[in-house]
């Protein structure tokens, strides 16, 4: 009966997705090669931490990359990102768990005698009670605007096995009603604070997916948040409440705008409002207490707030946990009329990506702007390639894509 019971529990599903490739794209790849999505939703995976075991429920995406060879078929592991819900440690709550492939970190073996993909890799972790502890890595910007804020993050090296009910046909549109076991480990390596000292889960796979086709959108959650408060003057001064978020429908058409070139799809949730009139003007002091009101874990939080005190803090806007699931941005109405482009810029730090000339691309919508500057309104296939937050997925059945850079 408790077999079944967590059974129950237990939701997985795999999707296969091949590609093939042509050159005539422009986005080369080598022919013949195909890319495998693994749709992770576990509950109740045993974290280990300073106070004990506990459990998380983790949920994200594995992709492999598979190359046909003459002789053999090859998994390369091309992304993973994970969240997973925290527990209470020594020093405590972890707050949520964003997990991260490193790149260019992993081994993958195939077996395809018994089916089977055995990867060791190792993996960005990050949870919010780090920057609690630890505040965070300040940037070295010297007169440039300072909006990138990153966390510390510890390194665990991990395993992951997965035995596949058949042999993938790549090419071939196919569903594998059995699908796949797949087993996972993690062991921090690095630590900043330590608090987690042990990450294991065995999913069961019920689905997989063949789809032949070229490139496939990925999308993740932004929530904006808007701050409730009480005018001071105007007609109704005093007796009722607007919101901030006026600056919110512009930003929103020319980030999604932006990050549709780069086949990443922004799905803006609902608004939700926090009532405290103190957050419509807001200090660098009032940040942290500002950005601790509202933490969705499968969502990028955007504050929108009137204007910064000092005016011109971090530029347009800000980000803090940059490329981890808890990334948060605050950004400005005042941003208007003039930086239309500043929360899609704010999203390419929540996406992992620096100030040129790190892993972005010199006068692209990367370069930082300063105050009363747009950010320019130009994206390249560097700064695509480099994209990666644990809360990009794919969304079934897949959406086709294919990118439209403008530099
Ligand atoms: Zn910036």
Redesign the pocket.
């Known amino acids: 009966m408790e077999v079944r019971v967590k059974l129950v529990k237990i939701v997985f599903s795999v999707v296969f997705l091949c590609l093939f490739c042509f050159a005539a794209t422009g986005l080369a790849q080598e022919k013949g090669g195909s890319i495998m999505v693994m749709k992770i939703e576990k509950k109740g995976a045993a974290l280990t931490g300073t106070k004990g075991k506990g459990e998380t429920s983790l949920s994200g995406e594995v992709v492999y990359r598979i190359i046909q060879t003459r002789k053999a078929m090859a998994f390369e592991l091309d992304s993973l990102g994970l969240v997973g819900t925290g527990i209470n440690t020594e020093r405590g709550e972890s707050g949520n768990i964003s997990i991260k492939l490193k790149p260019k970190t992993s081994r993958t073996k195939y077996d395809p005698k018994r089916r089977v993909i055995e990867s060791t890799f190792l993996v960005e972790v990050h949870y919010p009670l780090i920057d609690r502890i630890k505040g965070y890595i300040v940037p070295k910007e010297g007169e440039r605007?300072m909006?990138?804020y990153r966390s510390y993050t510890e390194t665990f090296e991990g395993t992951l096995v997965s035995q596949l009910s058949e042999s993938p046909r790549l090419g071939k549109k196919m569903e594998m009603k059995k699908g796949a076991a797949v087993t996972i480990k993690m062991n921090p390596t690095e630590k900043v604070l330590g608090e987690i000292s042990q990450l294991y889960g065995e999913f069961r796979v019920i689905d997989v997916i063949i789809f032949p086709r070229l490139y496939i959108k990925r999308y993740i959650n932004v929530q904006p948040v808007f701050v409730r408060y009480t005018p001071d003057q105007g007609c109704f001064g005093g007796t009722t409440t607007a919101t901030t978020g006026g600056s919110f429908n512009t930003l929103r058409d020319r980030s999604i705008e932006m990050w549709n070139r780069c086949c990443i799809g922004l799905n803006f949730l609902p608004p939700v409002y926090v009532e405290n009139d103190d957050y419509r003007i807001l200090s660098s002091a009032e940040e942290a207490n500002l950005r601790a009101e509202y933490n969705d874990a499968n969502a990028v939080e955007v504050f929108f707030v009137e204007v910064s005190d000092p005016v011109g803090l971090h530029g347009g806007g800000v980000c803090f946990s940059s490329g981890t699931a808890n990334a948060q941005i605050i950004t400005y109405d005042t941003n208007l009329p003039i930086n239309l482009y500043n929360l899609a810029?704010e999203l390419g730090?929540a996406l992992g990506l620096f100030?040129p000339p790190g892993n972005s691309t010199p006068a692209s919508l990367m370069e930082?702007s300063g105050f009363c500057a747009d950010n320019p309104a130009l994206m390249s296939n560097e700064n695509c390639d480099n994209a990666s937050n644990p809360l990009l997925t794919t969304r079934i059945p897949l959406t086709l894509c294919i990118r439209n850079t403008n530099m």
């Open positions: 605007e909006d990138d810029h730090h100030h930082p």
